[in-house]
């Protein structure tokens, strides 16, 4: 999902994604037998624990909290849903959240594990899925369930997730003019794309994998070769996201009815199987945006910039109190037994806003 700083206006935001990641979850899950409902909640609820500026604001909140336990989006989540999202109160006056089925919390979390045992992504970030205070909740949703193995449903909507992300940003980055079509198709600069593309992906597939998969996509009568805005090229590029949704999904599904025929793959009963040459595609797609929109140096102080806004914006809040707060936060700041406590209800309260929000909320406690 290209953030909305890039000054396209018509780009998706976290909403219209996570909208489509619930699309493509629901045929999924029909496809392979799974409850729709299940995968769907989990597809909406995937991403409210990003904060203002998705992985780059997540970043700067995880450095401001490296000494209470970190911050992590997936983490951040499981805590909206069983805590700081109001709709059912205890006798005692503590919330538990949207009140959600195990089923349905155990599908959202897409890192099984709390962070001793986190995992870093490419870029060198822990990734787990629950913080120190919010354990009750986690053991609950985790019952009975192998130790640090996502549930089936979680499996579904991670690959919605990379399937959605994939495919639409590399259409709202042609669509916006971040990216030269023609260049990508005349095979301009090719090496240095893909020694990009294999550093954005990591380790996960080889150079020539990811070689072969772009000679795969090139193929595609509908591979974007020119770009001139118009309402034929705009339909080109439509059913080409149409056939890259499709091709990732049927090949997804089907490699997994072949290893699971004929069983009931809900909750543990199955593993999501993607062919290695289908992950490779979905890494070229955004390997391509990563290298020619994401890393390149000109936006490198853009990301600067957000990352030591949130910074200065959680060091102000902290400063104020909770006379600077929501009164939910400033609620919870003052129930907080210790300083710690009290710095994760300021990563709450930031983690709560939007983009504009964070900006707005800048101004005024920073200036």
């Known amino acids: 999902m290209l953030s909305p700083t890039t000054g396209v206006d018509f780009a998706r935001n976290r909403l219209t994604h996570s909208l489509e990641v619930a699309q493509v979850g629901r045929e999924l899950a029909t ?3 799974l409850d729709p409902d299940v995968v769907d909640t989990a597809c909406l609820a995937h991403d409210l624990g990003h904060p203002p500026f998705g992985h780059n604001g997540e970043g700067a909140l995880a450095e401001w909290a490296s000494d209470i336990g970190g911050f992590e989006g997936n983490a951040q989540t499981l805590r909206l849903l069983t805590r700081i999202e109001p ?5 005692d006056g503590a919330t538990y959240g949207l009140n959600l089925t195990r089923a ?3 599908a959202s979390c897409k890192y099984p594990w709390p962070r001793e045992d986190g995992i870093d992504d490419p870029s060198g970030r822990s990734k787990f899925g629950v913080y120190d205070d919010d354990r009750p909740a986690f053991e609950w949703m985790r019952e009975g369930a192998p130790v640090g193995v996502p549930s089936i449903e979680a499996q579904v909507m991670d690959l919605s997730d990379d399937i959605a992300y994939s ?3 590399f259409e709202d980055a042609i669509v916006g003019g971040l990216m030269d079509a023609a260049l990508i198709a005349s095979r301009g600069e090719h090496d240095a794309l893909l020694a990009g593309v294999l550093q954005w992906s990591g380790d996960a597939v080889t150079l020539d994998e990811l070689e072969a998969a772009f000679e795969r996509l090139a193929a595609i009568d509908t591979w974007v070769s020119n770009w001139s805005g118009s309402r034929r090229d705009l339909a080109g590029l439509k059913n080409l996201t149409s056939r890259l ?16 025929p004929s069983v ?3 909750r543990f009963g199955g593993t999501v199987i993607v062919p290695r040459e289908t992950r490779a595609e979905i890494a070229v797609l955004k390997g391509i945006v990563g290298t020619l929109v994401m890393s390149t140096n000109a936006r490198q102080p853009l990301y600067a910039r957000q990352r030591i ?3 200065e914006l959680a060091d102000a809040l902290w400063q104020a109190g909770p006379s600077a707060l929501d009164r939910p936060f400033a609620d919870d700041f003052a129930a907080a037994p210790d300083d ?5 209800v300021i990563v709450d309260q930031v983690a709560s806003l939007t983009d504009q929000g964070a900006m707005i909320w800048h101004e005024r406690f920073v200036g």
């Open 309 to 311: 806004l949130l910074v």
């Open 31 to 33: 496809a392979l037998g």
């Open 87 to 91: 709709k059912v109160m205890g006798p």
């Open 104 to 106: 349905s919390l155990d």
């Open 340 to 344: 710690a406590a009290r710095r994760r």
């Open 245 to 260: 949704i499709g091709r990732f999904a049927h090949e997804a599904v089907h490699a997994t009815r072949a290893a699971h």
């Open 167 to 169: 495919v639409h940003d």
């Open 264 to 266: 009931s793959l809900a």
